[in-house]
């Protein structure tokens, strides 16, 4: 399958379009180095299926190296043209600190942002994140202040069934 050549400037939103299509069935055929390729000339070309799909590619190492900062990227690109996915992926990397570093306020902020965008993997991510160990900032600070309270008053939250 020969690659793209020509230079993704000044190229029309179609065109550009059609690379990610081409792209996205060379990945399903299994040549990720070529799809990764079209994707990336597509995302180069403006196309902000191409920003998704590349950040996708980069930061599951698919027909390139993995790199999950320049991942953050290109989440970052396709987010800032509305994309819920997009919001879903970066904010688990600010969660999380994949690629970069930790940000709860602001990676809960984007999942929210995403979950209004009618993601629904983002919505459940609201649910599972606190059985996991990942907490709204908003919620700790409350509960922090709770443990401060107690303390000062000289109980503990077992003392009066609290958990968190």
């Known amino acids: 399958m020969p690659l793209p050549t020509a230079s993704p400037e000044n190229v029309s939103a179609e065109d550009a379009r059609t ?6 069935s060379l990945l399903n055929a299994g040549y990720l180095e070529e799809a990764f390729a079209w994707v990336a000339w597509s ?4 196309d902000s ?3 998704i799909s590349r950040g996708v590619m980069l930061a599951a190492g698919q027909g390139t190296l993995q790199n999950l900062e320049e991942a953050r990227i290109w989440y970052r690109r396709a987010a800032e043209r509305g994309s819920a996915h997009a919001h879903r992926a970066l904010a688990g990397m600010w969660i999380t600190g994949e690629g970069g570093p930790i940000d709860a306020a602001l990676g809960f902020a984007l999942l929210d942002l995403a979950v209004q965008g009618g993601d629904e993997i983002a919505s459940r991510m609201t649910e599972l994140l606190p059985q996991h160990g990942y ?9 922090q202040a709770k ?3 107690l303390g000062e008053i000289g109980l503990r939250a077992e003392d009066i069934g609290e958990t968190r």
Not at 43 to 46: F, M, P, T, Y
Not at 135 to 143: Q, S, T
């Open 19 to 24: 690379a990610w299509q081409l792209g996205m």
């Open 43 to 46: 995302a180069d070309a403006g």
């Open 49 to 51: 299926h191409g920003f």
């Open 135 to 143: 907490a709204r900032p908003d919620e700790v600070a409350i509960a």
């Open 147 to 149: 443990a401060r309270w």
